[in-house]
């Protein structure tokens, strides 16, 4: 085991630069964040809940203005009664589309917990149920299959192009805003009205440039992953064209009362909190990935991305190729986290997922995965995503303590 902590000091010597690079990145969002306090004027006043109808929610309207300014958006429409990011998503595909519209994903299949939402898998509340189609376009090699793109665009409309940034539970590459940037532009080309919609999940705080500047119109996150920064108990974000945003918010509370009702219900400070810790947390989530990534590549293991590859958000793959191995690994985080270290997780069927799924989530937050998790579920090639780290410490002595399990 002594190994284990000679291979630690190697790999933080080897990830310096690295590090230094997420560090700078966190100065570059934590400016970005005080200034939009400062701008707003965020006060005690803003930390007030209000109940029923939440109307003039003072500081429910402050945070999403900040939250525009933040990720360069129009206007923000940031709810704790949003359940998660893939509700926000929900909200956002039935606020946007209509009976006889067509989304195309041109990510191929998008998250598990979007399929019974969209009718890849059957229910009868899906966009399928209202008559509204879906297509897909797989990538080619981690990179946008442009000529399939502009094939499809030219031969019919498309109302909605939906991105999914992050990888989900498949073994392709997440994405990159320059990539993003390069297709929306071939995209342009041939429709200027369609919909892009990107699904921004765990890459918030990670690169610089937001979608919605390249051409963007709506992007969509939860609070217990980036940008709740661990503080934030729940909700999610829609950000964009104020005139979409618009529809969200009609979708997600009612016609004609829309973005003015919805109570705080005393959530208003910790989304503000979870907010001005969020690049912080952001950095130590990953260092944390990128010392997992050396350590295991370095045991053999399989990794994606790699300790020195150029991240777009906090997921590490660690892939096992192996049952039990998955399994042991992700209960060795669990035994190691702050919360229910006695548990122990075990395989089992999830709500909105195909295959069972093992979870390590010993957070504070119920599901956070901006505290250190991981996950997986229990098909061929077995990979374990792991996510998080409130602080860089916490994190190292969890994957190290886990790790030497792994190998006893």
């Known amino acids: 085991m002594n190994n284990i902590n000679k291979l630690v000091i190697e790999a933080e010597k080897d990830c310096a630069a690295i590090f230094k690079e997420i560090e700078d990145n966190e100065y570059y969002f934590s400016k970005l964040v005080i200034e939009a306090f400062q701008e707003y004027n965020i006060n005690e006043a803003h930390f007030n809940m209000t109940t029923g109808y939440g109307y003039n929610d003072i500081g429910r309207d402050a945070i999403e203005k900040v939250f525009a300014r933040v990720l360069k958006g129009e206007k923000a429409l940031v709810r704790n009664q949003f359940i998660s990011g893939s509700h926000a998503l929900s909200t956002a595909l039935f606020a946007f589309l209509r009976p006889g519209d067509t989304m195309l994903s041109i990510t ?151 973005i003015d009702v919805g109570p705080s219900l005393g959530a208003n400070k910790s989304i503000l909190q979870g907010l001005y810790f969020a690049p912080s947390v952001v950095a130590s989530s990953l260092k944390v990935a990128v010392l997992t990534s050396y350590l295991m590549e370095k045991l053999g293991y399989k990794v994606e991305p790699a300790y020195n590859s150029k991240r777009v958000d906090i997921v590490q793959n660690i892939c096992f190729n192996d049952r039990e191995l998955l399994i042991k690994y992700v209960q060795n985080i669990q035994r190691n986290s702050p919360i229910d270290s006695g548990s122990l997780p075990i395989p089992a069927p999830m709500p909105g997922y195909s295959d069972d799924v093992i979870m390590a989530s010993g957070a504070f937050t119920q599901g956070s995965s901006i505290e250190l998790s991981c996950d997986g579920p229990l098909r061929v090639p077995y990979i374990a995503y792991q996510q998080g780290g409130v602080t860089y410490n916490y994190g190292k002595i969890a994957i190290v303590k886990a790790i030497k399990e792994l190998l006893k």
């Open 108 to 258: 191929g299949e998008p998250y598990d917990t979007l399929h019974e939402v969209i009718g890849i898998r059957d229910n009868p509340s899906s966009l399928k149920s209202f008559n509204i189609n879906y297509e897909q376009i797989d990538l080619n090699n981690n990179k946008f299959d442009i000529p399939k793109i502009v094939e499809v665009l030219k031969k019919k409309k498309i109302k909605l192009i939906e991105i999914q940034r992050s990888k989900g539970y498949s073994t392709r590459k997440s994405i990159s805003v320059l990539d993003i940037k390069d297709v929306i532009e071939k995209i342009r080309e041939i429709d200027k009205d369609v919909i892009i919609m990107i699904d921004n999940c765990y890459c918030e705080f990670v690169e610089k440039l937001s979608p919605l500047e390249i051409g963007a119109d709506v992007i969509v996150g939860s609070l217990i992953k980036n940008l709740g920064g661990s503080i934030a108990s729940n909700g999610a974000y829609i950000v964009g064209k104020a005139s979409l945003i618009n529809l969200c918010a009609e979708r997600l509370n009612l016609p004609g009362e829309g």
